[in-house]
């Protein structure tokens, strides 16, 4: 979980860096910027923004070709300075990688489906239950010993649990 619990959860910008990646083969088009708190200051991104669409549209659309040299993945300190820019500075275990020194100051936390197995994509439409029980024999929740709280957990999950290792039971074939 972030620090900050609010809709600015940190681990959107790897579940949306995944599916961009997954579709067109690179994230060249997306760039991840964090600032340490507090972040007040936008400006930079605005204005690289602007830079970039108004080059896009003067080129036609071509988002690549107009790609400003500022648009790269960097983390930010609170004064406004940029602590580390470049390619690999968002790597760590989302994309079997080192962790990137971006990642090392600012890591990613985890959504609860994360937690429970799912891919840092997010994006399993129905996923393939199975036995609360089960899921404990299997080892589903790591270190943590489940099996005192099987009775609560079988109520509150009735139908039982999700299992990330199987397919998609609604993922449309077109995806």
């Known amino acids: 979980m972030d620090k900050i ?28 910027w964090q600032q340490e708190l507090p972040n007040k200051d936008f400006s930079k991104a605005v204005y690289m923004m602007d ?19 500022s648009a790269v993945d960097m983390c930010i300190d609170k004064s406004g300075e940029i602590l580390h ?11 079997n990688k080192t962790d990137g020194e971006c990642t090392k100051l600012m890591p990613f936390y985890q959504g609860s489906r994360n ?10 439409f129905f996923c393939t239950l199975i036995p609360v029980h089960q899921a404990i024999s299997a ?21 039982g649990v999700c299992d990330y290792s199987q397919p998609d039971r609604a993922r449309p074939a077109n995806l």
């Open 5 to 32: 619990l609010d809709i600015h959860h940190s681990w959107g910008a790897l579940s949306s860096r995944k599916r961009i990646q997954e579709s067109a083969g690179n994230n060249e088009l997306q760039i991840i």
């Open 51 to 69: 830079e970039w669409l108004t080059r896009a549209d003067a080129n036609g659309g071509n988002y690549q070709l107009a790609k400003p040299t």
């Open 85 to 95: 820019k470049g390619k690999t500075v968002w790597d760590g275990a989302w994309n």
């Open 115 to 124: 937690v429970a197995g799912d891919d840092i994509a997010g994006d399993v």
């Open 139 to 159: 080892g589903f929740y790591g270190e943590n010993n489940m099996s005192p709280y099987q009775n609560e957990l079988e109520k509150i999950f009735s139908k």
